[in-house]
């Protein structure tokens, strides 16, 4: 079942500013909030969608991806990181509470449940600075995708206090400014009445509890310093700029919070006989004067070895031979480029004697005299034609 249109979820137009982007979310969220419409069994999954719109169209870099390769541009895999289902009420709760401020009474989600590893959702929870790094491809990686393994120098969750930072995961004591709820509730009486508002709990920094006694190996923090091999499958078809992205594989977050994403930047390595060009690639290939005259057979390179074209007689340098299919993919699976072959003519530099006289004769003759054709088309003409 494909996806909808991210903007058609949100009922906004594709040049929506950021503000109206975050006003429509908010909008969306209010009405479908699962806690106001406990009779509707669709209500969740409407929110969920409104929220994996909103974690796309919401930032910069994943909009910009969506608008320019639509849903392809979002997978986990190619710099998008949708929700796609995979993510918890309490995960967007944490990831976007602070649009709503107090709409639910303090805690975002109004479920009054504890979230996943015993955190309420009305916690802070810590989020993990991104990771960003380049990986070289080859065009033959390029041609069909591959799957990469770097090994990364990040945080990491302790392993003695499972990312808690405190002492053999268990030295904890609720705050006991905000009992545990991560957020502190202040009534203000105004000429128009009582008005609440929300905030983080100064005491525990929204965390909800504090560490009676620290972790020794992260010192209370729960993340420490190490090496992770981390696998990057990469589709084919990507280009030279392009972000792949690894949703909760960057840094981990202090205590238990939600690990950053790895960004990966696509550098190709350059190719001792063939250039890209978009979809196509480029060969040059030179052949000699005798070949071009009488017509042969050649050789010339592609991603997937070599492959054999005709060059007819009388050739001239130029000549743009098109190999159909044998280019790179789309990115979005829409079809294949073409190999366009470049034919030059080689001019030896180091003549003979008996060479140079065999050269006169054939220049004395009539038929070795240029005779363009009417109607022949210019170098630029038929590079054009050859690239449309």
Known sequence: MSKRDYYEILGISRDASPEEIK????????????????????????????AEAYEILGNPEKRSRYDQFGHAGTSSQFGGGGFGGGMSMDDIFSQFGDIFGGAFGGGFSGFGSAGAGGRQAGRRANKGSNLRLKVKLTL????????????????????????????????????????????VTRVTNTILGQMQTASVCPNCSGEGQSI???????????????????????????????????????????????????????????????????????HDHHISFPQAAMGTSIDVPTLEGKARIKIEPGTQPGKVLRLKGKGLPSVNSYGRGDLLVNINIWTPQKLSAEEREILKQMDESENFKPKPKKGDKSFFERMKAAFN
């Open 23 to 50: 006003k429509a979310y908010r909008k969306m969220a209010l009405k479908h909030h699962p806690d106001k419409n406990p009779d509707d069994e669709t209500a969740e999954a409407k929110f969920k969608e409104a």
């Open 140 to 183: 033959e990686d390029i041609l069909k995708g591959t799957e990469k393994k770097i090994k990364v120098n990040k945080y990491v969750a302790c392993k003695p206090c499972s990312g808690s930072g405190a002492k053999d995961g268990k030295s904890f004591r609720t705050c006991s400014t905000c009992n545990g709820a991560g957020r």
């Open 212 to 282: 009676d006694e620290k972790c020794s190996s992260c010192y209370g923090n729960g993340i420490v310093r190490d090496e992770e091999v981390i696998s990057i499958n990469v589709p084919a078809g990507v280009e030279e700029g392009m972000q792949l992205s690894l949703s909760g594989k960057g840094n981990a977050a202090p205590r238990g919070g939600i690990p950053g994403d790895l960004i990966v930047l696509v550098e190709e390595v350059p190719d001792s006989k063939l250039v890209r060009d978009g979809m196509n690639l480029l």
